[in-house]
């Protein structure tokens, strides 16, 4: 998948690019050489295995008996719907549910929320069931975190006191009014789990990601981040993150800086899901496996905001399928 696709202009409607580059110039890691990504990296690495993914297949491949197919895509920005997207709804490859990893917004906004969530009901249509978490660009799903930061990311003229106390309110009861306005078959999780419909694959899915610019959602190394991935529970077969584990598909630019997170590298090597689903670093996308847990980054968008990265297709055999597929 290109993290480079630079061909079509989304028009002047479309994301900022000043704005985008200020944010971007703000994802510079902390100088703290013991929480630096980069360090723990250059230890760590030689003792990584770095296979093709095992699970991976193409979006056209033939559907094979007892499996269940699942469609993975991140960071789609509130641009789901635009010409060059390569997510809409009625183009998504065939599968029977869907993961989005995350950042299906741009800033949390209450247009922005209205619309994915139009999108999960027309994605229903094709898949049995949607399973979403947030990510640090859906500000207003954190509301403490957008408490604090509101002005920061929504600029509004001047208005009287009683319309910003019904502002307020609103955007205080925004999570649940988003999670209640998302199609019936949609889940939404926030450090919790679901049991698919189809194979009973347990999912987990969590919304956190270390400290990146300032955004929703971000936590200090170490205590703060262990204290999120001591919730995923053992028996996990599908995590799903909004960010990445350190070394797979968390190398940013412009410097090539790692963004993943160590702690929760060493979760995923206790707990061996089968399959690891993230976003945030849009030039991260793509997939690889240790031989154990398949890594998938599923940003849709490119470095620079393009929809055009294509969805990720995976196959996964239910446990009591499972010695049937090896014969």
């Not at 698919?196 to 987990?204: A, D, H, Q, S």
């Not at 960010?243 to 997170?261: E, F, M, S, T, V």
Request: charged residues 25%; contains cysteine; aromatic residues 8%.
């Amino acid at each position: 998948m290109s993290a480079f696709d630079d061909s079509t202009s989304l028009g002047e409607e479309d994301i900022s690019s000043t704005f985008e580059e200020q944010l971007y110039a703000q994802r510079l890691l902390p100088p703290d050489l013991e929480s630096n990504p980069d360090l723990r990296w250059r230890d760590i690495c030689k003792t990584e295995t770095f296979l093709p993914a095992k699970y991976l297949i193409s979006p056209g491949e033939g559907r094979t008996r007892g499996k269940v197919r699942f469609v993975a895509i991140s960071d789609t920005h509130g641009l789901h719907d635009k010409p060059v997207s390569s997510v809409k709804a009625s183009l998504l490859p065939e599968g029977d549910v869907l993961l989005h990893a995350g950042d299906f917004t741009n800033v949390g906004s209450a247009k922005d929320l209205a619309n994915f969530a139009a999108f999960t009901r027309a994605c229903e249509e094709h898949f049995s069931e949607v399973i979403v978490i947030a990510g640090n660009h859906d500000i207003s799903l954190d509301p403490a975190f957008y408490k604090r930061n509101k002005e920061r990311f929504h600029h509004c003229k001047q208005q009287q006191q009683e319309q910003e106390q019904q502002q307020e309110q609103q955007q205080q009861q925004q999570p649940e009014h988003f999670i209640n306005s998302l199609g019936p078959n949609t889940v939404y999780l926030e450090d919790s789990s679901h049991i698919t419909k189809l194979g009973n694959f347990k999912c987990f899915g969590s919304p956190w990601q270390p400290e990146f610019g300032g955004w929703a959602f971000n936590l200090n190394r170490g205590d703060s981040c262990r204290a999120k991935w001591d919730l995923i529970p053992h028996d996990t077969d599908i995590l799903l993150t909004h960010g990445p584990p350190l070394g797979r598909g968390d190398l940013y630019l412009p410097h090539n800086n790692r963004a993943g997170c160590v702690d929760l590298l060493n979760v995923v090597k206790t707990i061996k899901p089968k399959v690891h689903v993230f976003g945030h670093i849009h030039e991260g996308a793509g997939c690889s496996s240790d031989g154990v847990t398949d890594y998938i980054n599923a940003s849709t968008c490119t470095f620079s905001y393009r929809p055009t990265n294509a969805p990720v297709v995976f196959d996964l055999v239910p446990s009591m399928n499972e010695d049937e597929d090896k014969e």
